[in-house]
C-alpha cells in the first residue's frame, strides 16, 4: 500500500521495513499493520491536535505533574506554545502508561518505540493469527469468561499498583487475544494518588467489566471488585498479586467523635510536654 506520510520517516531509518495495511481509524489515532524484519507489529499514528475529538478533560489530567516550569505556566495560559506542549504531554502520558503497565506486568501490547507521534507496539493476534477481536465482538462461555474477568481484574489490581487507572475500561477497550484478555487505548490514564475522581473511575472501568462479564457468567453481577480493592489500596495492603474476594461490606460503625477528639487532646498534650522538656534542657545546658 501507499506508504502514509508520517510513517515515511520510520521507513527511511529503517525502523519500519513495510507498511502492511491499515488496521483502523479512530478519533484518537490510526493504526497500521508494519512489517519490522520477520516480525508484524502495529503502528499507532496520532492524529494532529486539530484533527483529534477526544475531549482532554481536566478530570483525567489532574494529578498529572509538568516538572518544567516554563511549559507548566504556558499550559496554564493556554498560549500557542502551550497548546503544542499540552498535546505532546497528552500523548507522552498515553505512552508513558502503556510502558509503565508492561513493566508492571500488566497484559497490554508491548511497545517498541514512540518517535515523532507514531507508537510501535506489538500485534495482538487471536488463535488462528489473525488480529484479535475486541471483547464487544466476541461470545463466550461462562467459563472463558470467568477465565477472562479474573486476568482483567488481577490486571487493574497490577496497574493500580503501579499507579495507574484505566478511566475508560470496557469491551471496546480489552482485546480477546490467543493468550487471554489484552487492554488496550490509555490515552486517559489517571494518576490514581493524585486524582481527586480516581476512586470513581476505578469503580467505573471494574463495574464495566463486571456487567460485561456478568452476561455470560451472571454471578459475576453480585462481585464488589472495586469496593475490595480500593480499600486495599487506600490502607497499603494491596499488592500485584493479590488474591481478591470479589466480597466485600461496608464498615458501617460510626465514629465516636468524643474519643477522637480525645485521641486529639492527648496527642496535643505529649507535643506540648516535649517541648517544655527541650525548652528545660536549653535552658539548663546555658
Not at 81 to 103: F, H, I, N
Not at 263 to 272: L, M, N, R
Request: glycine content about 6%.
Amino acid at each position: 500500500m501507499k506508504i502514509p506520510k508520517r510513517l515515511q520517516p520510520l521507513i527511511d531509518d529503517g525502523l519500519i521495513d513495510e507498511v502492511v495495511m491499515q488496521l483502523m481509524s479512530g478519533k484518537e489515532a490510526q493504526v497500521f499493520v508494519v512489517r519490522c524484519g520477520e516480525e508484524l507489529r502495529c503502528a499507532k499514528v496520532f492524529k494532529e491536535a486539530k484533527q483529534r475529538s477526544f475531549k482532554q478533560a481536566a478530570q483525567y489530567q489532574e494529578g498529572r505533574k509538568e516538572r518544567n516550569s516554563r511549559r507548566a505556566r504556558a499550559m496554564s495560559k493556554k498560549t500557542k506554545y502551550g497548546q503544542r506542549e499540552q498535546e505532546q504531554a497528552w500523548l507522552s502520558a498515553e505512552v508513558d502508561a502503556l510502558y509503565r503497565c508492561d513493566g508492571a506486568g500488566v497484559r497490554v501490547p508491548k511497545p517498541y518505540g514512540f518517535v515523532d507521534g507514531v507508537l510501535l507496539m506489538e500485534m495482538i493476534c487471536d488463535e488462528e493469527g489473525d488480529v484479535a477481536p475486541r471483547l464487544d465482538d466476541v461470545e463466550l462461555t461462562p467459563e472463558v469468561a470467568l477465565r477472562y474477568h479474573a486476568k482483567v481484574i488481577q490486571d487493574v489490581v497490577r496497574m493500580l499498583c503501579a499507579g495507574l487507572i484505566h478511566g475508560d475500561l470496557s469491551e471496546f477497550n480489552v482485546l480477546a487475544a490467543s493468550d487471554g484478555p489484552v487492554i488496550i487505548d490509555l490515552p486517559q490514564a489517571v494518576d490514581a494518588a493524585g486524582n481527586n475522581s480516581a476512586q470513581a473511575m476505578l469503580a467505573r472501568d471494574v463495574n464495566n467489566m463486571r456487567a460485561y462479564f456478568g452476561r455470560f457468567a451472571p454471578e459475576l453481577l453480585v462481585t464488589r471488585y472495586a469496593a475490595e480493592m480500593w480499600a486495599l489500596y487506600q490502607a497499603g495492603q494491596l499488592h500485584p498479586d493479590s488474591r481478591l474476594s470479589g466480597e466485600w461490606a461496608e464498615d458501617t460503625h460510626q465514629a465516636d467523635v468524643d474519643d477522637l477528639m480525645a485521641v486529639i487532646d492527648d496527642v496535643k498534650a505529649e507535643e506540648a510536654e516535649r517541648q517544655a522538656r527541650l525548652h528545660d534542657d536549653g535552658e539548663d545546658e546555658r
